[in-house]
C-alpha cells in the first residue's frame, strides 16, 4: 500500500519535471511578484541580477532600454525541478571595460552541471545561479579597451557559469572567434570536451604513435572527443567503455576495442587482448575504477583522474554513492608508485589560467577547420526541455554532446535528436537504480 502511495507521487514529481519551469521576472508582466511566489518557494528566489553595466556613453545610453532575455537558473540543489527557466527584463546589459556582450545561440550541457544540480560541483557560485559553462554566439555590444572582438564577430565563450541565457557579459578573453564555417552548435561544444581531452592527452600524457589509451565514457562528450584526438597520432590503440547499444557508433569514430563495462569485467576483457594492459587511462570515474585503472598500466604508463561519475547514481544527491566511491579511491604511498614505475596524474579544466586555455582553444580551432575534429551531437534541446535534456544524459542515452537552444521551442517543431527516442532505448541501470533508491528513500520516510 505505501509503496503504491510511493508510486503514485513518483509519477505526479515526473509529470512536474517534465512540465516547462517557466518564471516571468518581466516588468511588463500583469503582477510579476505574485508569479514568482506562486512558481518558486521563498528560499528560491530566482537570480535576478542584470549583467555589469558600463559608464555611459551616447551609444551606450542609447542601449539603455529594457530588454527580455531567457536564462536557464538553478533555483536550490536537487533533481530536476531546481533548473528553471526564467525570463528576465531589464535594461540592456552593457559590457565594461574589457568585456563583451554575446547574444547566445547555443549552449554545451556538461556532466558538471548534474554534479552542480547536487551541490556537488565548488566551481558553480551557490544558488539562485545562471548556469552554463560554454556555448556560442553573436558579440552585440564591446566595452572599453576591446580591440581585438567587434560588434558581429561570431564566437564560442568558455567561463565558470552564466552562459545559458540569450544575453551574456563576459570577459572578452573567455571568446574565441568561430572559424567561417563553424555552426553555433559545434561551437558550442567544443570547449570543455576537446580541451579537456586534448590537455589529458597531449599536455599530461604525452600520447605517442603506437600507445594504448583506455577511455571510460567512451560514447560521451569527453570520450568521443578524446577518441578523435588519439586518431591525430599514429597506430593509436583505443579500449573504450559504453553502454553496448552504443558500441556500433564508437567503433565507427575510432574505438579499436569497444566494452561493454555494464555486462563484461572491462578489465578482463582488456588483459584477453592486451596482457600488459595498456599505457593510458583516462578515468572520468573515480573509486574503484580508480584503483582498477592503476592496475590497468603497463610500466611507466599513467593513470590521469578527471572525474567521479561514480558518485552520481541518479537525479538527486545520493549519499552512499559519494561514501563508497570515497572508501574505494586509490590509495598508495609514492614508494609503491616508484615501485611501480607507473604515474598518476590530476586534471581540472577549471582550474587551469586563461592562458593555458586559449592557447589549446587555438590549436584545437586550426584541427577543426583541417577536418580533424568534429563534435558530434546527440540531441537539441531548448531551454524549456533543460529537464529533460539533463536526464538524457543522467540516464546514460547520450552518444556525444546534448546542446541547449535558447530560443523558444516552435508549437509544430519535431524533437532534434540524432539518437532514438528516450523509450526505445535500452532502460539504463541509472534510471532502474534511481528509482529504487527514490522508492527506499520514501518508504524510509514514511517509516520514521
Ligand atoms: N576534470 C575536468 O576538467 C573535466 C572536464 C570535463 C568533463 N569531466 C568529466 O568527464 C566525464 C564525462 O563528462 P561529459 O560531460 O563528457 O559527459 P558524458 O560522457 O557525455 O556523460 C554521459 C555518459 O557517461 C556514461 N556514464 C558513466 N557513468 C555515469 C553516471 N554515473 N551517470 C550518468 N552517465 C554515466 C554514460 O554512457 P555509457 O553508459 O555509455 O558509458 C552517459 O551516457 C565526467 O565524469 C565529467 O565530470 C571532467
Not at 540569450?166 to 570577459?171: D, G, K, M, P
Amino acid at each position: 500500500m505505501r509503496i503504491r502511495q510511493t508510486e503514485k507521487r513518483q509519477q505526479a514529481e515526473r509529470k512536474s519535471e517534465r512540465a516547462p519551469q517557466v518564471a516571468i521576472m518581466s516588468d511588463e508582466a500583469p503582477t510579476p511578484t505574485q508569479q514568482q511566489q506562486q512558481q518558486q518557494p521563498e528560499q528560491e528566489k530566482p537570480q535576478d541580477e542584470p549583467p555589469q553595466e558600463s559608464a555611459s556613453s551616447p551609444a551606450a545610453e542609447e542601449q539603455q532600454q529594457p530588454v527580455s532575455w531567457r536564462a536557464v537558473v538553478l533555483t536550490g540543489y536537487g533533481g530536476y525541478d531546481k533548473v528553471r527557466l526564467q525570463v528576465k527584463t531589464h535594461d540592456k546589459p552593457r559590457p565594461k571595460a574589457g568585456e563583451v556582450l554575446v547574444r547566445v545561440k547555443a549552449c554545451g550541457l556538461n556532466f558538471a552541471e548534474l554534479l552542480g544540480r547536487q551541490g556537488l560541483y565548488d566551481l558553480l557560485p551557490a544558488p539562485p545561479v545562471v548556469m552554463g559553462m560554454e556555448g556560442s554566439g553573436v558579440i552585440e555590444a564591446v566595452g572599453d579597451g576591446v580591440e581585438d572582438r567587434k560588434v558581429g564577430d561570431r564566437v564560442i565563450v568558455f567561463s565558470r557559469s552564466g552562459v545559458w541565457q540569450e544575453l551574456v557579459v563576459v570577459s572578452a578573453t573567455c571568446t574565441f572567434p568561430m572559424p567561417e564555417q563553424m555552426s553555433f552548435e559545434d561551437g558550442a561544444a567544443i570547449p570543455i570536451n576537446y580541451l579537456t581531452a586534448y590537455m589529458m592527452l597531449f599536455d599530461v600524457a604525452n600520447l605517442r604513435p603506437e600507445k594504448s589509451v583506455l577511455i571510460h565514457m567512451a560514447a560521451g562528450g569527453v570520450g568521443i572527443a578524446a577518441t578523435q584526438l588519439c586518431q591525430t597520432v599514429q597506430d593509436v590503440t583505443i579500449f573504450g567503455t559504453a553502454s553496448a547499444s552504443k558500441h556500433e557508433a564508437i567503433v565507427q569514430g575510432g574505438v579499436t576495442h569497444p566494452i561493454d563495462y555494464r555486462t563484461k569485467d572491462y578489465v578482463e576483457e582488456i588483459h584477453k587482448i592486451s596482457s600488459k594492459g595498456v599505457d593510458i587511462v583516462l578515468d572520468p570515474l573515480g573509486g574503484s575504477d580508480t584503483q582498477k585503472g592503476f592496475g590497468l598500466l603497463k610500466p611507466l604508463g599513467i593513470l590521469i583522474v578527471f572525474g567521479a561519475a561514480n558518485c552520481v547514481t541518479g537525479q538527486r544527491k545520493n549519499l552512499l554513492a559519494m561514501a563508497k566511491t570515497w572508501y574505494n579511491q586509490l590509495s598508495l604511498n609514492t614508494l609503491k608508485l616508484m615501485q611501480a614505475n607507473k604515474a598518476i596524474a590530476g586534471f581540472h579544466l577549471g582550474h587551469l589560467s586563461e592562458e593555458l586555455v586559449s592557447r589549446t582553444m587555438t590549436k584545437l580551432l586550426e584541427l577543426y577547420v583541417q577536418g580533424k575534429i568534429k563534435p558530434h551531437i546527440d540531441s537539441r534541446y531548448h531551454f524549456e526541455e533543460v529537464a529533460d535534456a539533463m536526464r538524457r544524459m543522467h540516464e546514460r542515452q547520450n552518444i556525444g554532446k546534448i546542446i541547449l537552444l535558447p530560443e523558444p521551442k516552435k508549437e509544430e517543431e519535431e524533437p532534434k535528436s540524432n539518437a532514438e527516442p528516450a523509450e526505445k532505448v535500452e532502460k539504463t541501470e541509472s534510471a532502474a537504480n534511481e528509482k529504487k533508491e527514490e522508492a527506499a528513500e520514501e518508504v524510509k520516510e514514511e517509516k520514521d
